[in-house]
Every structure is written in C-alpha cells, then in structure tokens.
C-alpha cells in the first residue's frame, strides 16, 4: 500500500507564518516600549521646559517625541533579533533532522543497503513528499536488484541445462563413446535450438523495453484470431488435463493489429495460464465488446493466482513469482513484459487481476475496435 503524505500545512506557509511572526512580535515590543516609556519621557520634556518660557514648548515636545521613538527601535529592533533567531532555529532543527535522515539513507543506498526507508511522519508537506519519492525510488530499486539477481539465476540455469548436455556429447564423440547419428543430430538440434529461442526472447525483451518492434498491420475478426490461438493450444491443454473454454470466438467485430504479433501475445497468456493451473482445473477466454470502440478479451484460469504484492510485477521482465508446488519452473520469465509491450504497440493495454492467491487469475486485453 502506498504510504499518504501527512496532511500538514507546506513549507512555504511556515516559512511566511515564521516571519509575520517575526514582524508582529517586533512591531509588538515597540508599541509596548512606546506606550510605557513615551508618555513619562514626554511629561518630563514638558516639566524641563515650564512655564518661563513658552518657546521651549515645541522644542522639548519634539524632543520627547523623538527620544520616545529612539528608545521604542531599541527594545524592538534586539527583540526582532532574538525572534528571527529563534525562529531559525526552529526552523533549521525541523527541516534539517529529516534531511539529514534523507542524507544517511541515500549513502546507505548508494553503498548497496536497498532496504533503508525514511519515516514521513510529523513533517511538512514538501518534506513528506521528498521522503514519499525516496522511499518509492527505494522499493523500486530493491525490487530490480532482487530482479537482477533471478535474472542472473535464471538464465545460467537456461543457459546451463544445454551446454551441459552439449559439452557431454562433445566430449563423447572426441573419445569416441558417442557416435554422430540420427539421435546425436536430434540432441544438438534440441539444445541449439533451446540457446537460440533464449537469445530470441531476450533481443525481444530488448525491442519490447525500447519500442522497437516491427508490425505488419492487417484488418481480421477477433473471433477468428482467438479461435486459431485456442486451437494452437488445444493439445497443451489436454495433455495436461486442464479444460479450455472459449466464448465469443465467432465474434466478427473488426481489428487492425499484427495477425502474428497479436498470435504470440495469445500464445503466451495461454501457455502462462496452463502453468499455473492444475490438472483438472479450467481456463475460460472470453471476448466481449465494452461500450462502442473498444474489443475486451479475457483470459481467466482457476489456478493458483498471484500474490496482491506481486500483481504490479508481473509484466516486468525476468519476474516470476515464487511458486510453493513443484510445476514446471521453466521460462525466461520476459513471456508477459513482451506481450503487454505489443498489446500497447497496437493501441490496447493488457491488465493483470488476482484477488489472492489460490482463487486464479485474470488477464485482460482491450483493444480499439475498427471504426466503420
């Protein structure tokens, strides 16, 4: 859940607030100067000045006027001093902890510690905010570092697995234990192929983040594009036991999407939603039309679901949730990072939903549909 900012007043108000305060507590001290000291030092010029000669009057009157305004500036002006220290200091020591925590946990960070956080409590609005992004910026720089590292893991276990077996039989065949026939072809053909389709998928991860993909756009029926991709999957399906159900693939509404492209991000939520449900569960596509432009198809599986934390992840390349049964592990985990980045290259979006785990998943692709 994301952390609210506290709802205080901002920086700018307190800085004003401050230095009003300031003004106020000064103009203060010189009236409170001005009215205790003036009139005693004004009747006192009036009693120098006495009745012997009135031409004094105005002298002393002006007098007094201005020693009264002397003494009131020099109560007020140490007393505005004071306050404006006073206030600075309060100031500085408010905004200056936060900052300074802010400063120990970005060196925390850059020395590798991805798991320092800031507190946003009992501060201001700008600083509150300012440690909000910090704590973001580090909950995503923790997540692709532990990405990084099951990136590293995975794909030294995909890479490994047929070199293994490749350096096997190269070994077997220079000591003549393993003769060059139709199985040995089979074997390197299977492996070379398997370092190949994982060289594949990261160059598509690459065009996917970078929005280099290539499309051959063409006007076909959603209904005919889900009924092939269905039928593609039929076979994994019940091999596997899991039932396949389909509506709306006699729909006609219209689309301009990559045939191909379109095929393989199907082929993916297929194959991702057969992973994840069991032998004898069921997975339901359904196409629906949603207001008046917009083509919805829904892939939903009653398998084991996602995890409310990992539901936002699930398109990041490399990600793949930790599973608690044995199930095929296999996969670069980059399958769902390509196909929302094609759904989007064609104009649509691909969302992913799992009220909580073991209740299945939903994912959905909405599409605009061909204006007539």
């Known amino acids: 859940m994301t952390a609210l900012i ?12 401050a230095q009003l305060a300031v003004v106020l507590i000064s103009l203060l001290a010189a009236l409170i100067v ?29 007098e007094a006027y201005r020693d009264a305004n002397y003494i009131a500036l020099a109560a007020a002006l140490p007393t505005a001093v004071l306050s404006s220290i006073g206030v600075s200091f309060w100031l500085s020591h408010r905004l200056g902890q936060p900052l300074w ?15 320092v956080r800031v507190p946003i409590s009992d501060v201001d609005k700008e600083v509150a905010a300012l ?30 697995t047929p070199l293994s077996v490749l350096l096997v039989y190269v070994d077997g065949l220079q000591d003549g234990m393993v003769e060059w026939d139709a199985d040995t072809h089979a074997v390197f053909a299977e492996q070379l192929g398997r370092l190949s389709r994982l060289t594949s998928d990261l160059d598509d991860v690459s065009r996917a983040q970078e929005h280099r993909f290539d499309l051959v756009y063409s006007t076909v029926a959603i209904g005919g594009l889900i009924h092939n991709a269905a039928g593609a999957a039929a076979g994994s ?27 393989q991000v199907m082929a993916n939520l297929f194959s991702n939603a057969l992973r994840h449900t069991p032998a004898g569960g069921k997975v339901h596509v359904r196409v629906l039309r949603q207001g008046v432009g917009t083509i919805v198809i829904e892939v939903i599986d009653n398998g084991e679901g996602i995890a409310p934390e990992h539901v936002k992840y699930v398109f990041e390349r ?17 399958g769902l990072t390509i196909s929302r980045a ?5 104009g649509g979006t691909l969302t992913a939903e799992s009220a909580v785990l073991g209740k299945g998943a939903k994912f959905t692709i909405r599409l605009p549909l061909l204006s007539n």
């Open 342 to 346: 094609l759904i989007e290259a064609q």
């Open 34 to 62: 001005a009215a205790l000291v003036g009139p005693a030092i004004f009747n006192s010029h009036l009693d120098l000045s006495g009745p012997i000669d009135p031409r004094q009057t105005d002298f002393h009157i002006q």
């Open 101 to 115: 925590r802010l400063s120990r946990a970005a060196t925390a960070m850059s020395s590798g510690d991805y798991q």
């Open 318 to 334: 490399y990600f793949r949730a930790k599973r608690s049964d044995s199930d095929d592990q296999s996969g670069s985990g980059i």
């Open 6 to 17: 506290p709802a205080r007043h901002s920086l700018t108000f307190r800085l004003l607030t």
């Open 131 to 160: 440690s909000l992004a910090f704590n973001s910026m580090a909950d995503q720089l923790e997540h692709t570092e532990e990405l990084r590292r099951n990136m590293l893991s995975d794909l030294s276990h995909e890479m490994n």
């Open 237 to 263: 399906y019940q091999e596997k036991g899991v039932a396949l159900e389909v509506t709306g693939s006699d729909s006609t509404e219209l689309i301009r999407v990559d045939s191909q492209r379109f095929a």
